[in-house]
């Protein structure tokens, strides 16, 4: 079973997905973006099944401005009238992620994004796991929508290298 932990609107669901449907492994998301403290348990889990993604700081920060979820709720003190306080949002991406360091690998979810088949790969081969689809399952109805949706939001960021 993997633990895939992040920040809301870090790339875990998309992450979870990716690995489900290759691996055909149970996602354990109980609490996946909650600090680690707020984690019973947590040193005694094999830290080679837990996968903590973080999103850059800028991606991260533009992505919770046009959709912050349930932010609001779990994380008030990062929003204020006017709305998100950056300031205060960077302070809390910086905390969540120094604290997580310590239980597992920190993956940049913007290098999944540009290499799914070498993370899927390295996870099978760390992990012993065998590959369900003869072909690496990039997509499937909810992971097309959020690729469509992540492909156009970062071609328009020159994050592909567009200009």
């Known amino acids: 079973m993997f633990q895939v932990v992040g920040l809301q609107r870090s790339g875990t669901t998309w992450t979870e997905g990716i690995i ?28 080679d ?19 912050p979820a349930t932010l609001p709720k779990m994380h008030p003190e990062i929003f204020n009238d006017a709305g998100l306080d950056m300031y205060r ?3 809390l991406h910086e905390r969540f992620y ?16 540009r290499d799914p088949v070498g993370f899927l790969s390295g996870l099978a081969l760390a992990n012993h796991l065998k590959r369900i689809p ?15 949706s992540k492909n156009a939001y970062y071609l328009g960021t020159g994050f592909w290298g567009a200009r």
Not at 98 to 113: C, R, T, V
């Open 20 to 47: 489900s449907n290759n691996f055909g492994v149970g996602i354990h998301n109980s609490g996946k973006h909650r600090f680690p403290a707020e984690h019973s348990g947590l040193r005694e889990r094999r830290a």
């Open 134 to 148: 003869s072909e690496w399952k990039l997509g499937g109805p909810t992971l097309d929508r959020m690729n469509a």
């Open 98 to 113: 120094k604290e997580w360091a310590e239980y597992g690998p920190i993956w940049e979810y913007e290098d999944l994004l």
């Open 49 to 67: 099944t837990r996968i903590v993604v973080r999103k850059r700081l800028d991606h991260w920060l533009k992505s919770i401005a046009r959709l």
């Open 89 to 91: 949002a960077a302070e």
